[in-house]
């Protein structure tokens, strides 16, 4: 019996390559069933030759391989359509959790960061990972680069040799992938509440996101060093190195992905990352009673908010946050949460300018147009208004 495992193709030619993979078992004719215990397929269909006899599908069985995660989280709805849906995307994970969380069964079967950072909390609803994660954090932290560059793919084996180079000392540190550093922690804390994640993490964590600031501080990419001095709003904006982008972009089909994303400008993705971690790691330290870290990568995130505007725009739009005395907080009874901000009562949160809008209990929306740090001893959040918005922890 052969297993085929892997028939690759030539990425730009579309000519199958040989075999990268190839596992032959030998019958010794006593009928005695082979299992390995060290290596996994993935795979959709089973080709048998030279088999003497007939052969049915009730011959064969396929053998279900993943780690022990104890199911959590289920979905079921009206629409058998989603219902499949959500049935791949479940089986699809467990071929892809073996130790490692992974991008395919089938092939590379490699732990790649960006694809742990979106599924991340899926995966948290469906199983409990909190083991499973923290255990590849591990790994990530240990074979994070010294520059705070996270590696794309975790574990990985180059990592234990330190300057042997190669393609991931060019490619390393891209964004989405290497924010994994940041969300993956961030989504285990806010699924199961255990801040020892965060604990553990922070360090790395750290070195990430600084990594970024020092990125976006210390470089720019060609097209914008052609038009001059740069702007004050560029030292937030992270547009050098090397990252992935939208892989597989509609329309990019048979191009060569790697050639042409070394030149890419891909800042408007690793910005909004950039800022994404960087505000993260504000309430990541928040959690943990960090407040002088909390408040610089709290202002690191809010650099991104107004990246467009001239220089004088964005003085005018501080100054006037500023200026104004602006707060978010409880009744005195706790019953209607107030959003509260300088200017007309009819402003809707979210929107650009002072605002004034009271909330009941049942409509206390999931996003608020404040940044909103507590204030030690009392129910008030204090802040300046800004255009990035997300849910803060410990709010209904």
């Known amino acids: 019996m052969t297993v085929e495992h892997l028939v690759p193709l030539d990425w730009s030619s579309g ?4 075999l990268g993979q190839v596992d032959r078992v030998v019958s010794d004719g006593s009928g005695r069933a082979f299992e390995p215990r060290h290596t996994t397929h993935g795979f959709r269909y089973v080709r048998v030759e030279g088999h003497p006899g007939p052969l049915d599908v009730d011959d064969v069985a396929g053998v279900v391989v993943h780690s022990d995660l104890p199911r959590r989280g289920w979905f079921r709805c009206g629409d058998a359509r989603l219902n499949a849906l959500h049935e791949a995307v479940e089986w699809s994970f467990r071929t892809n959790a073996c130790d490692i969380p992974t991008d395919c069964p089938q092939r590379e079967r490699a732990g790649w960061t960006g694809d742990w950072q979106i599924f991340a909390p899926t995966a948290a609803f469906l199983y409990d990972v ?8 591990r790994d990530l932290a240990a074979d994070q680069r010294p520059d705070g560059r996270v590696r794309n793919v975790v574990p990985d084996p180059a990592a234990a040799r330190p300057g042997s180079g190669g393609l991931g000392d060019l490619i390393d540190g891209s964004s989405g992938w290497g924010d994994a550093a940041v969300l993956v922690p961030w989504a285990l804390y806010r699924w199961y509440g255990d801040r020892r994640v965060l604990e553990e993490q922070w360090p790395s964590m750290v070195a ?3 990594h970024q600031a020092r990125a976006a501080r210390g470089g720019r990419h060609r097209s914008r060093a052609e038009r001059g001095a740069p702007l004050p709003h560029e030292r937030f904006l992270w547009d050098t190195g090397f990252h992935w982008g939208e892989w597989c972009e509609p329309g990019r089909e048979g191009r060569d992905h790697f050639v042409e994303h070394l030149g890419d400008d891909f800042g408007i993705v690793a910005t909004a990352y950039f800022a994404h971690s960087a ?8 959690v943990l009673d960090r407040p ?3 408040d ?3 202002t690191l995130a809010e650099g991104h908010a107004t990246p467009g505007r001239s220089s004088s725009s964005t003085s005018a739009a501080t100054s ?5 005395p602006t707060t978010c907080a409880r009744s005195p009874s706790g019953s209607s949460p107030t959003v509260c901000g300088p200017g007309p009562p009819t402003a809707s949160p979210g929107s650009s300018g002072p605002q004034a809008t009271t909330w009941t209990p049942g409509s206390w929306p ?13 129910r008030t959040w204090r802040s300046p208004c800004c255009s990035r918005t997300r849910r803060r922890p410990g709010w209904p």
């Open 296 to 298: 610089r990568y709290r």
């Open 208 to 210: 990430w996101v600084e």
């Open 366 to 378: 999931r996003r608020c147009c404040c940044r909103c740090s507590p204030t030690p001893g009392s």
């Open 292 to 294: 002088a870290e909390a």
């Open 320 to 324: 006037a946050a500023t200026a104004r």
């Open 130 to 137: 909190a083991g499973f994660g923290t255990k590849w954090l």
């Open 279 to 286: 505000g993260t790691l504000a309430d990541v330290a928040a």
């Open 15 to 18: 000519e199958r390559l040989e």
